[in-house]
């Protein structure tokens, strides 16, 4: 059964730092986009970053420059960095595995970031 358990999440304060990970039990990680979504209060999840199995990546306007998505197939882990975090990017963020080609997507369970003073 694929798992994906993120972890890193919690309290900062603006202009912080906070570091996700998303470890995947997934065999052929190497095959699979990796995105980083996220769901704020009253709002609908949304894409923050993905990372292809190529290695491109694509980001929300509202995090470029500010967060970096990265990969290490070895250790088969997505990480999220998030820099110059502002109360806008309260939200859970959730880790997506996805491989088209067979039709399947997974999800984690979800890490909680607030930031506030």
């Known amino acids: 059964q694929v798992q994906l358990v993120e972890s890193g999440g919690g309290l900062v304060q603006p202009g912080g730092s906070l570091r996700l990970s998303c470890a995947a039990s997934?065999?052929?990680?190497?095959?699979?986009?990796m995105g980083w979504y996220r769901q704020a209060p009253g709002k609908q999840r949304e894409l923050v970053a993905l990372?292809?199995?190529?290695?491109?990546?694509n980001y929300a306007d509202s995090v470029k420059g500010r967060f970096t998505i990265s990969k290490d197939n070895a250790k088969r882990t997505v990480y999220l960095q998030m820099n110059t975090l502002k109360p806008e990017d309260t939200a859970v963020y959730y880790c997506?595995?996805?491989?088209?080609?067979?039709?399947?997507?997974?999800w984690g369970q979800g890490t909680q970031v607030t930031v506030s003073s």
């Open positions: 997506n595995a996805k491989r088209t080609v067979i039709g399947v997507d997974y």
């Open positions: 997934i065999i052929a990680f190497s095959m699979y986009d």
């Open positions: 990372i292809r199995t190529a290695g491109s990546t």
